[in-house]
């Protein structure tokens, strides 16, 4: 049977990460629970982000290939510089980079200063997934806003770098709006996705009651039913992409190879 692929395997073949911990510490986050179910770190030490410099000389090691960069943390004004130097080392070996990051205006301003060359093998991928900055505090307490992050979309794409959207995990229903918003601003793809193990991973990272009362409602919200109906009204939309876990409920394609992004 072949191996239907998941995760960060569909954006790329490899991830690298340079800290511990991220800052943003949003409630939802894959990367916090696993860190606590494996005594890695703890509820309260996860939202102090820790560089790894170490982890450098991993960062360009291995044949070209697409990086998703990074996966367990975010690039943060205070780990800004040793993210740099990861990007430095990835794209000087070659590698095609996809950053993915909930981003930091003044973080992706250093980015597209310092690799104004490197457009051919830099992608931005933006995550955004609610327009509501109420929603964003609750879910992602100490990540941007919701206009820091148009606004970074608009600079990268104003500098001619390759813009992509994740609304993944969708915060709310209105992921159309942001569909729209952003459309302009993104020159590859917007991708949508569900919270997954929602109950488990609010356990873990010490949720409180309101939010696993808010988690209970989005998965209420997004019903098959709900999913269903956003897939018809988008699938003909050439940028969208739809995550493994709206294939999985959808019974849509799924990918069989890393890296594909499609």
């Known amino acids: 049977m072949t191996k239907q692929l998941t995760g960060t395997k569909e954006w790329a073949c490899k991830t690298v990460n340079?800290?511990?911990?991220?800052?943003h510490d949003c409630a939802y986050c894959y990367a916090k629970s696993m860190a606590i179910r494996f005594g890695r770190s703890s509820v309260g030490t996860w939202k102090?982000?820790?560089?790894?410099?170490?982890?450098?000389?991993?960062?360009?090691?291995?044949?070209?290939?697409?990086?998703m960069f990074p996966s367990t943390h975010d690039i943060t004004p205070?780990?800004?510089?040793?993210?740099?130097?990861?990007?430095?080392?990835?794209?000087?070996?070659?590698?095609?980079?996809?950053?993915?990051?909930?981003?930091?205006?003044e973080c992706i301003q250093a980015i597209c200063d310092w690799f104004p060359y490197h457009r051919d093998k830099l992608m931005f991928r933006f995550t955004i997934g609610s327009m509501s900055d109420a929603v964003l505090k609750a879910w992602e307490p100490n990540a941007?806003?919701?206009?820091?992050?148009?606004?970074?979309?608009?600079?990268?794409?104003?500098?001619?770098?390759?813009?992509?959207v994740s609304c993944e995990p969708m915060l709310d229903t209105h992921v159309e709006d942001i569909v729209e918003a952003v459309d302009a601003d993104v020159t590859d793809t917007i991708w949508i996705g569900l919270m997954n193990d929602v109950k488990q991973r609010l356990t873990l990272n010490g949720a409180s009651p309101e939010m696993h009362k808010m988690g209970a409602e989005l998965i209420r919200q997004c019903s098959r039913?709900?999913?269903?109906?956003?897939?018809?009204?988008?699938?003909?939309?050439?940028?969208?992409?739809w995550k493994d876990s709206i294939k999985k409920m959808l019974g849509l394609e799924r990918p069989s190879r890393a890296g594909l992004d499609i």
Not at 48 to 67: D, S
Not at 88 to 93: G, H, I, Q, Y
Not at 226 to 231: A, S, T
Request: charged content about 30%; hydrophobic content about 35%; aromatic content about 6%.
């Open 18 to 23: 340079v800290c511990m911990g991220c800052s």
């Open 48 to 67: 102090q982000q820790t560089a790894l410099p170490a982890k450098l000389l991993e960062a360009g090691r291995g044949k070209p290939t697409r990086v």
């Open 78 to 105: 205070e780990c800004l510089d040793i993210c740099m130097d990861a990007l430095r080392r990835l794209l000087a070996k070659g590698h095609e980079v996809v950053v993915v990051t909930k981003p930091h205006l």
């Open 144 to 164: 941007p806003t919701y206009e820091e992050r148009r606004l970074a979309l608009q600079w990268a794409y104003e500098f001619e770098f390759q813009t992509s």
């Open 225 to 241: 039913e709900m999913i269903g109906d956003l897939y018809g009204r988008l699938k003909d939309n050439p940028k969208i992409r």
